[in-house]
């Protein structure tokens, strides 16, 4: 079990140890500092909007501002007048298709890449400017006169359902465009004596990354060369290629330094196949760089599932059964439907829950699309069977964390086959929830607000648990390829594309720990479809998993390869040359008989010098697949306070104890823990993307839509407990979702806690002190 | 994000400031630490022919006691309030609303004269100064007036000021002894605008209430002062039963809107809330 020490000494001396190839330490438990912080933290960084691209023209987009409407009449003749106007596009100007709904979704759910008769929420563009400087084409969007007849918005997915309701996509005939039913008919809730039920709304969220969306998109040599801010840049490269009927050799995509994600850039965005197109037509360079208030509406947002849980129990309290009815809104195009879908294989959580039955019904209305954010899935399962476990705790008269115990998977049921078919790989469950609750001091905490709650205080404590557990590792298979280059230094080539994360370092430390080298030496290339060959990208926790693990083996490969070209050269036996502790490679036992990385460089680039049967060169490709998913687990435990007086939370503490496997960098892991739990701190107190009844929103800038900063969060206590998996050689699981996905439902719970006394059972996020002291005045005195 | 054209014009004193103002009129507007203006251009919500930078002009950012006021000038930024040792250990309402007003980014540049003069009822410090029972000087070439900044202020985003107008002081009666205020603002984060803000000043003399001061920032179309609050308060004994009727009275007077940041109701309660506990809070220092 490891707690957080501080990074940077600790660090520090790991890097020294590192770079003097004291190899014999693990790969695991190295605190690298990241390789890129020196260019973030100097300004260095290029991101889309760094590249310099002379003679680009920018685009600003003309979009909707109605919810739903006819668009009746689009005349650009007067904005294209104006100086410095070069184009302007709509949908009949620019033929390009519409593109395809989610692969799930059955039915013509299209989306125009720009609107033609129809526009289907607040933000859809309608029209691209381009001029050759960014004020000339906002003056000149300013001019494009767009006319618009309103038609009914659909607002609220249970609204999109109902009788009568506007049909967003006539072609559909429906707003239902994605339904699943699982065990629906069956009673799971026979032999139930106590049944918790309770309605969850994961409210609509706006993934806000610090860089907002921007491509800049270059013509020549018959192709295109595009810079965009994403995490999927083979994705971005094949569909370019697919609209604009370009051979894919003739796209590359490059994604510089990303500013964020959170799941919000793993789409091909209608903006980025307008401004390419414009490119191309033009022959020159086109830039675009999302405002702030645009990329609120523009981006994905993300959550918008409501759930009705009923989680029925014995009276001893162990579950029986579940049955979770969600209805999730997807907003103007279903885009991402196999989200409900994925929230069904993680409903039943940690616990053993003998009978899950499910139903997802998946609806467009007028809003932003929404997709994955920082977890996609998974919070909204986490979510409801936590608090379902405190309802049910309050039902049952049992403390929450006994109900908890009584019901978790135990640690010698693994692999695990849950009633939803999901396969748990490892867990240890109990020791998670154990460590966290030493580290709070759960029972001196339950005294303390035994102690207020007799004084009558006007600030309840509440305490709140959740234990979580997770599915990460999608899309199992990634590229890696390691090549050693005649000065001995390493290149790693890899498809996952870190856009936070700090891949150059973890990877160049798996790359330098298999081939005794300096982190130093190694570097790391991704996010370059002229680099590297192929990928699948960076979402859904899996890169170490997947990508680490493609680069691992190739690294391996590699040393395989240099240990028999050793070999050869010292006319010894490959079984008795290894990887020895100064970094050369050699005869065991005697090192004066070995090479260093130059000269096994040089050797393998001279075919007379390789043993017959080996090709030329030190390099290596892998391209593993992961046999299963993997699930990390955890549970996180917040203490808050609230004044009973005007609902005004404060969060006092927030203990983690996060189980990702076996951790190779800890301060990689650390980053990973704050920033998913600032993002879950956000969602139980603070961030809701709200509409009004028009459908126009209400919190689209960052004035209105409230994201906290360090201000007011609290101090992490972020600690670890380590269990491998044996799914991949390093034994990880993904770490970048975990805390998103722990961290909501415990403060969730602890407010809830706060105000039990009171005889409050749940509250709808976010709680924000209004809502808090609603319920505190609903339930009256305690 | 772009302003509209626009241009721009450096004071390099008051007189050239007037003078510009004079020339251009309603098309030219004041720039001054430009954290409320250029926002407003740049949403294209604002879009002034001229701007008259003042930022140069000299004279303007002290912060003096004279003639039995406190003194402030219109170019004196967030900071310069918030450091000030003047303004510490005598002016506690200003002291404990400074550092609230959004994140130091801003506060080392916007300005208390830009602050009133914006008149957004949503700003901090004109509701410190309504407790205060403040007045504001306008200059313009030919001459100068003082008005009451509860007359100043007219509606959201309007007051008394004329086009060739500049206000250059904020002028406050100076602190008496036995005296105590604060200000307290219920914000969803740092650096957020209030949902709800109150200003309190108290001045205690033999016991009882010499003089209350209460503004309230967001719950209007204005900043308010709660002159029915004050009132009630003046000559009688600091006790919480006075201190609940006259925040009963403030949340009377309060007309919030519903918003994102909360409904009508639960601001007027927040009101009520914040006004006896800043009460509360000014008798101790009083008292103290
Ligand atoms: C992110 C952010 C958060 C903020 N949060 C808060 C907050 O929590 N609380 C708060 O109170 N404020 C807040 N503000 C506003 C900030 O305090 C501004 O500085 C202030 O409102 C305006 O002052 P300024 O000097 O920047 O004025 P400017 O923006 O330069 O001007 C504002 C207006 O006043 C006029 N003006 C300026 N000076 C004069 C003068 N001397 N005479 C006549 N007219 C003049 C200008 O012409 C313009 O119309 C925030 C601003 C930002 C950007």
Redesign the pocket.
């Known amino acids: 079990m490891a707690t957080d020490a501080a990074p940077t000494t600790e660090g520090r001396r790991r890097n020294a140890r590192l770079q003097c190839g004291a190899m014999t330490t693990s790969i695991f438990g190295s605190a690298v500092l990241r390789t890129e912080d020196p260019r973030f933290l100097t300004g260095a960084a290029r991101y889309v909007d760094d590249i310099p691209a002379p003679g680009a023209l920018r685009a600003v987009f003309v979009r909707s501002m109605m919810a739903h409407a006819r668009l009746s009449r689009l005349d650009a003749s007067g904005a294209a007048r104006m100086p410095g106007v070069v184009g302007v596009y709509g949908a009949g100007d620019l033929p390009l298709r519409p593109r395809p709904p989610a692969g799930n979704v059955e039915g013509p759910f299209e989306r125009p890449v720009l609107a033609r008769d129809r526009v289907r929420y607040v933000g859809e563009p309608i029209a691209l400017v381009l001029a050759e400087t960014l004020a000339q084409a906002e003056d000149a969007a300013e001019v494009v006169e767009v006319e618009l007849d309103p038609l009914e918005p659909v607002i609220s997915p249970e609204g999109a359902l109902a009788e009568g309701a506007p049909v967003l996509h006539p072609e559909a005939g429906t707003n239902l465009a994605h339904a699943f039913e699982e065990a629906w008919d069956e009673d799971v809730l026979d032999g139930a004596e106590v049944v918790a039920r309770v309605r969850v709304r994961h409210q609509r969220l706006a993934p806000a990354p610090m860089e907002p969306n921007a491509i800049l998109a270059v013509p020549g040599d018959g192709g295109l060369t595009v810079w965009v801010s994403t995490q999927v840049p083979f994705d971005v490269r094949d569909e370019l290629a697919e609209w604009l009927d370009l051979p894919k050799e003739l796209v590359r995509v490059i994604a510089p330094d990303v500013g964020g994600g959170f799941g919000s850039k793993l789409h091909v965005y209608p903006e980025y196949l307008a401004c390419a197109a414009a490119a191309l037509r033009l022959g020159r360079p086109v830039k675009w760089v999302e405002t702030r208030s645009e990329s609120m509406l523009g981006l994905n947002h993300g959550r918008a599932q409501v759930h009705d849980v009923e989680l029925g129990a014995t009276r001893d309290g162990r579950l029986v059964g579940l049955r979770v009815d969600i209805l999730a809104d997807l907003g103007a195009y279903p885009i991402a439907a196999y989200l409900p879908p994925t929230t069904r294989t993680m409903l039943p959580g940690c616990y053993v829950v003998p009978r899950v039955a499910s139903r997802g019904r998946s609806v467009v209305t007028s809003t932003t699309p929404v997709a994955e954010y920082r977890g996609a899935g998974r919070p909204e399962a986490t979510l409801s069977i936590e608090r379902a476990m405190d309802v049910l705790a309050d039902e049952l008269g049992m403390d929450p964390v006994e109900l908890r115990r009584r019901n978790l998977i135990p640690p010698d049921a693994f692999p695990y086959r849950t009633p939803v078919g999901s396969i748990y790989d490892t867990g240890a469950y109990e020791r998670a929830l154990d460590e966290a609750l030493r580290l709070v001091g759960y029972e001196e905490l339950r005294r303390e607000q035994a102690e207020r709650r007799a004084r009558g205080e006007r600030r309840a404590l509440g305490v709140g648990v959740c234990c979580y557990v997770e599915v990460t590792g999608f899309s199992r298979r990634e590229f890696g390829a390691v090549e050693v280059e005649p000065d001995g230094r390493v290149v790693v080539r890899v498809g996952t594309s870190s856009h936070g994360q700090g891949h150059e370092t973890a990877f160049a430390q798996i790359a330098a720990w298999v081939l005794g080298v300096p982190v130093e030496r190694v570097r790391v290339l991704h996010s370059d479809t002229a680099a590297v060959p192929r990928g699948e990208g960076t979402f859904g926790s899996r890169s170490l998993q997947v990508g680490g693990t493609a680069v691992h083996e190739a690294a391996s490969a590699v040393l395989a390869k240099a240990r028999a070209v050793a070999a050869h050269l010292l006319e010894a036996a490959v079984e008795d040359v290894d990887l020895l502790p100064e970094g050369r490679v050699g005869v065991r036992g005697a090192p004066e008989r070995s090479l260093t990385w130059e000269e096994l460089a040089a050797a393998a680039r001279d075919p007379a010098r390789l043993p017959g049967s080996l090709e030329p060169g030190l390099a290596a490709e892998a391209r593993p697949s992961q046999r299963e998913y993997t699930y990390p687990f955890g549970t996180h435990v917040s203490v808050v306070e609230v004044d009973l007086e005007t609902g005004e939370v404060t969060i006092l503490r927030h203990v983690s104890v996060d189980d990702c496997g076996r951790i190779l960098n800890p301060m990689l892991v650390r980053g990973q823990v704050h920033g998913g739990t600032a993002q879950g701190l956000a969602q139980a107190l603070y961030e809701e993307m709200l509409y009004d009844e028009w459908g126009t929103p209400l919190t689209g800038n960052l ?1 209105a839509y409230a994201i906290p900063a360090a201000t007011e969060l609290p101090a992490y206590e972020s600690a670890h407990t380590e269990t491998p998996t044996d799914l991949n050689p390093l034994g990880v699981k993904g770490i970048g979702e975990s805390a998103t996905i722990g961290s909501t439902p415990a403060v969730h719970n602890a407010v809830v806690d706060a105000l039990s006394h009171l005889g409050v059972r749940h509250l709808d996020l976010p709680l924000t002190p209004e809502r808090v002291l609603r319920a505190v005045r609903e339930a009256g005195p305690a | 994000m772009l302003p509209s054209r626009f241009e721009y014009h450096r004071a390099e004193t008051l007189d050239e400031a007037l003078s510009l103002l004079a020339t251009y009129g309603e098309d030219a ?12 251009m740049k949403l294209r919500f ?1 879009y ?1 022919g001229h701007l008259v930078d ?1 930022n140069r002009v000299p004279g ?1 950012d002290g912060i003096e006691e004279r003639d039995g006021a406190l003194r402030i000038g ?2 004196v ?2 900071h310069a309030l918030e450091t000030s040792e003047l303004i510490r250990s005598r002016y506690p309402t200003i002291a404990a609303a400074a550092p ?4 130091p ?3 080392n ?12 009822p ?5 509701s410190v100064m309504l407790a205060l029972g403040a007045t504001v000087v ?1 200059r313009s070439s030919g001459g100068s007036r003082e008005l009451p900044l509860r007359e100043f202020l007219v509606d959201t ?1 309007t007051t008394q ?1 004329r086009p060739d ?4 002081e904020i002028v406050v009666p100076a602190a008496e002894p036995s005296s105590g205020g604060t200000y307290l ?1 219920q ?1 969803r984060k740092v ?4 949902t709800v803000g109150v200003a309190v000043a108290l001045t205690l003399r033999d016991g009882r209430i010499a003089r209350a001061g209460i503004g309230l ?1 967001s719950v209007g179309l204005t900043n308010l002062e709660a002159t029915e609050a004050e009132e009630a308060l003046a000559g009688a004994e600091p006790t919480d039963e006075a201190f609940a009727e006259a925040a009963r009275l403030a949340a009377a007077a309060a007309h919030p809107v519903s918003d994102v940041r909360g409904s009508a109701e639960y601001k007027r309660h927040v009101v009520d809330v914040y006004v006896r506990r800043g009460l509360a809070r000014a008798r101790e220092m009083a008292a103290a």
């Open positions: 004035a | 507007k004041v720039l001054a630490g430009g954290q409320s203006l250029i926002p407003m604002a002034p003042v303007l219109a170019l930024r967030h609230q007003i959004a994140d980014l801003v506060r540049l916007g300005t208390i004269g830009g602050s009133i003069a914006h008149a957004d949503a700003g901090d410090l004109a306008l985003f000021i107008e500049m206000l250059t603002k914000e650096g957020d605008w209030a920032t």
